[in-house]
């Protein structure tokens, strides 16, 4: 009798603490959305003035436009799919079909893929920062070619 008490005791803990989670976790959704919002305005303000932009871009800062470009929206797809998984996971502790086995695999599977996703997206952002690196010495190039 008394360890069903501690189990229920425990339980209810545990059950406190994933609602604090979860709400702090509604503040962090609030606050990204606000976010989301900013860089969509953001990026719409760029759109439009590169639609009306006659002269040429300086090949330096597109170089880092496009590096920072590149690191942010891998930034942002690794967060979207760590959310797409928080809330495709099968949910263990409500009873689902899943047997626990079965969500401990998909769930490291989910951990590898959201490992190699991490790997691919710093090389990514070390091949943009590369990238950038070559057009800068190019250019220092054409410079030295042209006196």
């Known amino acids: 009798m008394a360890m069903m008490v501690v189990r229920k005791v425990k ?3 545990d059950l406190e603490q994933e609602k604090d989670a979860l709400c ?22 760029r759109q439009g003035s590169f639609q009306t932009q006659q002269s040429g871009v300086n ?5 880092a436009a496009e590096a920072w ?21 099968p949910n263990v502790t409500s009873g689902s079909s899943a047997s626990l086995p079965d969500a ?13 996703a991490q790997e691919v997206s710093d090389k ?17 190039l054409d410079e030295l070619q042209a006196r």
């Open 11 to 13: 339980r209810l803990k």
């Open 24 to 45: 702090s976790g509604m503040e962090v959704l609030e606050k990204a959305r606000l976010w989301y919002l900013q860089r969509l305005e953001e990026n719409q303000a």
């Open 59 to 63: 090949p330096r800062q597109d170089g």
């Open 69 to 89: 470009s590149c690191l942010l929206r891998s930034r942002i797809q690794r967060v979207n799919g760590s959310l797409g998984s928080v809330m495709t996971e």
């Open 104 to 116: 401990v695999t998909d769930s490291d599977l989910r951990w590898q893929n959201t490992a190699l």
């Open 124 to 140: 990514n952002r070390k091949i943009s920062l590369l990238e950038f690196e070559k057009d800068t010495i190019l250019e220092q």
